[in-house]
Structure formats: C-alpha cells, structure tokens
C-alpha cells in the first residue's frame, strides 16, 4: 500500500571551516600602494587609501578584491567609498584595523578598530555586508563603531580556537600588563573577557606597535615605543590563556628606549622577525630571533633614515616571503626565505618596488582571518520519489548554481528517479557542490527472524522511515513479539512524502517429540558399556560415565545417575528427556546396605553363600526367594 504526497524540501547553505588563502591576495596600504599576488607579485596603483599605519583589504575566494579600511572609512572593490562607511572610530594606530570573517556568515565580516595613542584607547567594532549596496557592500545600519573597550592600546590580534570553529580575540590595556581575551563564535562577541595578568606593563605613552600571533596560535608577540619590550608569550588556544612572557628587547639592546614596531613569525615558527622603527637620529634596524636559543641576528640597519619611524610592519605574504613596510620609500623590503636562520634567509633591501605615484607608509594591511572548512551546500539525505520532488536553495547575495541538467535557478524540481548535483558558486564564500539519488517510493521492509520455537521471543524491525505504525499499536522502528501459534504482524512506515505498508508471518514451530530408551534401570558395576538409543536419532546424550553415545556404570561409579538426552530439529527448535539408572556391585563381599549388619559373602566354586551379622542374638532367621518370587527351602 502505498501513498504519494507532493514534497517540498529547502536545501540551506550552512557554516564549518575552508581556508581560502586568495582572499588575502590584494594588499592595499600607505598612499595608494598596492599588490596583487594572484598571478606573481604586481604592484599596482588605484586606490583611494593613504594611510600612515593599520590597514586592512579583503578579498574573495579568486582573489577579487572586495573592500578595504584604514580604520577610519571603508571603500569598496571599485573604489568607491561605502555609503555608510565613515566615522568607523579608528586612528592612525600599527593595529588599527583587523578583519574576521564573521563566523557562520560568509557574506559579513567584523571590522575591529582602534584609536591612536594620541587619543583615549577606544576600541571599537563594526559589521561590513558584502550584500548590500547592490552587492557592492556596506557597513550595516545600527552595526557601526560599536564600543567594545575602552583604555585599549594599539595592540590587537584574532586567533582560531582549538575548537575548530570560534575565535579568540585579544587586546592589551594601557599603563598596566593587562592583556584581554574575548571569545568570537557563531553568536557573536563575548561580552566578559578573560582578563590575564602577565608580562610588561605598558604606559599611556608607549602603545604603539604590532601584536601578532603565530599561525599555530600557540606564541603571541608584542612590541612598544620608548621601552624596551620586545615580548613573547604562550598562548593555549583551547582555553585562551596567556602566560610565560619572556622579553627579548634586553637581550638585542641595552637601549632603555627602542622604538619596537613590527613583528612576524616565520612560516615554520622558529624565528620571530621584529623592527625597530628608528628616531631621531637612533638608527632603524630588523632582527631575527631564534626562540629556540634567543640568539639574534642584524638583518638590516640604516643609520641614515630619511624619515622618523622608516622601518615599519611586516607580513607573511602568500608568496611566502614576508615584506617590511619602509615610510615614505617607494620599496618594500623582502625576507626571502624567512624559514631560514641567519643571514640565510636573505634579507634584500628593495625587494619589491611599488607603482610610480605610490608609495609604502609605517604600516601594511592586517591579514584577513577567514574561517576554515565553514561553508557547505546540502541537498539533503539520498531519499524516495512518490511524486514531484522540489528542492528550494537559499543562498547569500553573490551565489548562482549550477545543475546535472545545465539550469541554474536556485531551485530545481525532481520527477524522475535518478542522481541529481548541484554546484553552488560565490566569490564571498567558495564554490562547493553536493550529489542526491532519489528512487522510486518508499519500500517498506521488515527484517528479523520470521520462524520461532514455540516459547521463543523475536524481533522484527522496520526499514527506515520518518514514522511508524505497527499492528499491535507500536509506533518504534523494532518491536518485540512472542507469538504462541503462527501470526501475521504488518508495519506502515511514512517518510519523504511517501508511506508504505508491508506484511511479515512469524512462524511457531513446536517443540520435537523425544524418546530415550535404556533396557534395565539398573547395572553393575563390572557390565560392559551400554549403548544408549534416542529417537529421533542425532540428539546428544550428557550424563555421569556418558561418552560416544554410550553408558559406561564403571566410568560412572556406583550409584544413582541422571542420564539426558537433546535434539534439535531443523527449525532449531529443542527437546530432551532425562532417564536414571543405578550402578551397584554384583559380586564380592558387601552388606545389604550401607546401615544394615548382615553380610553376605559369596563362596567361589562351591555354590554355597555364607551370610553372618553382627548382632550378638541366638535368633536368626534367613528367607530365600527365586527369580519368580517362590521360596527356596534353605
């Protein structure tokens, strides 16, 4: 018995985890500089961006650029400012701008800005939609420099949580060691950080410079003006616990006021690259430290800085070199094998030139963080067709599909049997593709043992379905029966838009007749073996003295004994019957019974018996009867 129903299914796009290293492909920073390393490196010149320090850009998943921010406004992929993409709180800071992808939402993203050290230490936060603004993007309403803490240095960075799907965000307070880690998931931003005490205090007038993490999220490094840290800390990326600062600063220079600024970590987190900016005549130097040792090497020193501030940020690129920003130069330097120690690495001064008309500032764009393995189209599970099948996809603003049959709506009807795929393509969120089988309706099935030994129990269990309905009232997917005769049970199953109703007969079989036949009930103990007979023939017998289907009484020793017979019949269904037997001794000396005094003693080849008791009595009187019962005279 089947049903059809028309189906209706909606197919959501939903969040995980892929890293989409293209979307930091555009670097957009200082006066109009830029650098596209989609296709090599090639810097490049349109921007509208002229930004001393932090910065941000982002691109999508073919490394298009989508916007990009120096902490106070937020231009578009064209250019163009966003229409509400003003006023976002931030100064001219080394961190001032840092974006997260927004965690269960490919097409939004966290803007995190904070003020300069000129200023109060506001940090601020603002939410960017890709799909507004006809697709162009723009902050959204009611979601702009929202505050977030105040007292903040310039000192921000986002690490992934161990747990595959949050995100830790950390700043670092002014005139005190107080570092702060809120928690980024899928529900937003923690209001309660974590506060961790540990480390450098850093005064109002010393917040400048970079906090950076490395790429395992297990190290966090940060550098100040006009004191000597240059600090690394642990960090448990499970629990966001900041501790161990060990301070390097000291162990590079006995300078009491350095200008530390820029800091990376090498790919393979062995060496932590730091700058000192240079001022006022105090010359602008890079270092490599080895972690493991602490020892140091001067990559690069100028004596002769053209400007105040000249060695600035650096970043990992995805070429996998790290650039050094140098203020007011129309080059940046390069570190080519940064996994290298020493001079080995190769350090090259002017390592890239930029476009004429531009040039690098103090700062470089923050990395975008994009969330790993976060996006996945869905069609659902492999189901029955009992009538048109339509499946319904949502999507973000910049999504189009592509099917097995060459359409491209967001929606797709199935008629037929068959495998169905869809592939789903954004540059906000990536392309990914799923496959679906449908069959033709919805086949119940019952399974279990349909054939049992009267007494028994069973289970019959139902395929799978959304729903059930049993005969005996049950509405589980198993049930448990025990038939007393042969019975007849059915399940209707619904699932899909379909039902089905299907019939099984549990069978009852009786229990075998059994028979055990012995000839004598009684043995002695020096008889030969009895062959034991059961019908049907095939069971087994079990018992005192048993073996190879015969009766030992010297194996089995005097007395009274339980001897068993089984048999399983082809249904698997088991019978026995039990028979006793008693083993004594026939000849030799032995009394009447174990409490009697009268002993009886055989008289080899003489015939006679002599029968004598220990009762001390002149009165004795012995009866004697043959095999027939009669008596013998004596």
């Given at each position: 018995?089947?049903?059809?129903?028309?189906?209706?299914?909606?197919?959501?796009?939903?969040?995980?985890?892929?890293?989409?290293?293209?979307?930091?492909?555009?670097?957009?920073?200082?006066?109009?500089?830029?650098?596209?390393?989609?296709?090599?490196?090639?810097?490049?010149?349109?921007?509208?961006?002229?930004?001393?320090?932090?910065?941000?850009?982002?691109?999508?998943?073919?490394?298009?650029?989508?916007?990009?921010?120096?902490?106070?406004?937020?231009?578009?992929?064209?250019?163009?400012?966003?229409?509400?993409?003003?006023?976002?709180?931030?100064?001219?800071?080394?961190?001032?701008?840092?974006?997260?992808?927004?965690?269960?939402?490919?097409?939004?993203?966290?803007?995190?800005?904070?003020?300069?050290?000129?200023?109060?230490?506001?940090?601020?936060?603002?939410?960017?939609?890709?799909?507004?603004?006809?697709?162009?993007?723009?902050?959204?309403?009611?979601?702009?420099?929202?505050?977030?803490?105040?007292?903040?240095?310039?000192?921000?960075?986002?690490?992934?949580?161990?747990?595959?799907?949050?995100?830790?965000?950390?700043?670092?307070?002014?005139?005190?060691?107080?570092?702060?880690?809120?928690?980024?998931?899928?529900?937003?931003?923690?209001?309660?950080?974590?506060?961790?005490?540990?480390?450098?205090?850093?005064?109002?007038?010393?917040?400048?410079?970079?906090?950076?993490?490395?790429?395992?999220?297990?190290?966090?490094?940060?550098?100040?003006?006009?004191?000597?840290?240059?600090?690394?800390?642990?960090?448990?990326?499970?629990?966001?616990?900041?501790?161990?600062?060990?301070?390097?600063?000291?162990?590079?220079?006995?300078?009491?006021?350095?200008?530390?600024?820029?800091?990376?970590?090498?790919?393979?987190?062995?060496?932590?690259?730091?700058?000192?900016?240079?001022?006022?005549?105090?010359?602008?130097?890079?270092?490599?430290?080895?972690?493991?040792?602490?020892?140091?090497?001067?990559?690069?020193?100028?004596?002769?800085?053209?400007?105040?501030?000249?060695?600035?940020?650096?970043?990992?690129?995805?070429?996998?070199?790290?650039?050094?920003?140098?203020?007011?130069?129309?080059?940046?330097?390069?570190?080519?094998?940064?996994?290298s120690i020493g001079i080995d690495c190769e350090y090259v001064d002017q390592g890239l030139t930029l476009s004429v008309s531009s040039n690098s500032e103090l700062g470089l764009p923050s990395e975008c963080i994009i969330p790993s393995n976060q996006f996945v189209v869905s069609l659902g599970n492999d189901t029955s067709l009992c009538s048109d099948y339509s499946i319904n996809l949502t999507s973000s603003c910049d999504m189009s599909f592509l099917w097995q049959d060459g359409s491209t709506d967001s929606f797709f009807t199935i008629t037929a049997p068959g495998t169905y795929w869809v592939q789903a393509l954004s540059p906000a969120c990536g392309n990914f593709t799923d496959t679906i089988v449908v069959i033709s309706g919805l086949s119940a099935q019952i399974s279990g043992d349909t054939g049992i030994c009267l007494g028994d129990t069973t289970i019959l269990t139902a395929s799978t379905g959304a729903s059930y309905h049993w005969s005996n009232g049950d509405i589980t997917?198993?049930?448990?029966?025990?038939?007393?005769?042969?019975?007849?049970?059915?399940?209707?199953?619904?699932?899909?838009?379909?039902?089905?109703t299907i019939f099984a007969t549990v069978v009852v079989y009786l229990p075998p007749k059994v028979y055990f036949y012995i000839p004598d009930d009684t043995m002695c103990l020096d008889a030969s073996p009895l062959t034991l007979t059961g019908n049907p023939a095939g069971g087994v017998f079990s018992g005192d003295g048993v073996s190879n289907n015969t009766f030992d009484p010297f194996v089995a020793d005097t007395g009274s004994h339980t001897l068993y017979y089984s048999y399983t019949d082809p249904n698997g269904c088991m019978a026995g019957i039990t028979r006793d037997i008693y083993v004594e001794i026939c000849t030799g000396i032995e009394s009447l019974s174990p409490a009697s005094d009268v002993f009886i003693f055989p008289i080899p080849f003489t015939n006679e018996i002599l029968i004598s008791t220990s009762e001390q009595s002149d009165q004795f009187r012995v009866i004697m009867l043959n095999d027939i019962g009669k008596k013998c005279s004596v």
């Open positions: 018995m089947k049903n059809s129903l028309v189906t209706a299914i909606v197919a959501m796009l939903y969040l995980g985890h892929p890293v989409f290293s293209q979307q930091n492909n555009q670097w957009i920073f200082g006066k109009h500089a830029g650098i596209d390393f989609n296709s090599g490196v090639t810097a490049f010149y349109n921007s509208n961006i002229n930004a001393l320090e932090g910065c941000a850009a982002v691109s999508d998943v073919n490394g298009n650029l989508l916007f990009y921010s120096d902490g106070l406004s937020i231009w578009d992929k064209n250019n163009q400012l966003m229409p509400n993409g003003t006023g976002l709180g931030g100064g001219v800071s080394s961190t001032t701008t840092i974006v997260l992808q927004m965690p269960g939402n490919c097409s939004k993203y966290y803007l995190f800005t904070t003020q300069d050290h000129n200023q109060s230490g506001n940090f601020y936060y603002s939410i960017i939609d890709i799909c507004l603004n006809g697709g162009n993007g723009d902050v959204v309403a009611g979601s702009k420099a929202l505050l977030l803490q105040s007292n903040c240095s310039e000192k921000i960075c986002l690490i992934p949580n161990a747990n595959g799907s949050d995100y830790w965000l950390i700043t670092h307070e002014l005139s005190n060691n107080h570092y702060k880690v809120y928690q980024i998931t899928t529900a937003g931003i923690g209001a309660a950080p974590t506060n961790y005490n540990t480390g450098s205090s850093f005064s109002s007038t010393c917040q400048s410079g970079y906090l950076i993490a490395n790429k395992s999220g297990t190290k966090i490094a940060a550098g100040t003006f006009w004191v000597n840290i240059c600090e690394v800390t642990d960090f448990d990326a499970a629990t966001g616990e900041i501790s161990n600062p060990v301070n390097y600063g000291p162990v590079i220079t006995s300078n009491a006021s350095p200008i530390w600024y820029g800091m990376q970590f090498s790919p393979n987190e062995k060496f932590l690259y730091v700058t000192q900016a240079g001022f006022g005549g105090i010359e602008a130097n890079l270092y490599q430290i080895n972690l493991s040792d602490s020892n140091f090497t001067l990559l690069s020193s100028d004596a002769s800085i053209p400007v105040d501030y000249y060695y600035g940020a650096l970043r990992l690129a995805p070429d996998g070199k790290i650039y050094m920003a140098k203020n007011t130069s129309g080059y940046l330097g390069v570190i080519t094998y940064p996994d997917q198993s049930i448990t029966v025990f038939p007393e005769t042969t019975t007849s049970y059915w399940v209707s199953i619904s699932g899909a838009g379909c039902s089905d």
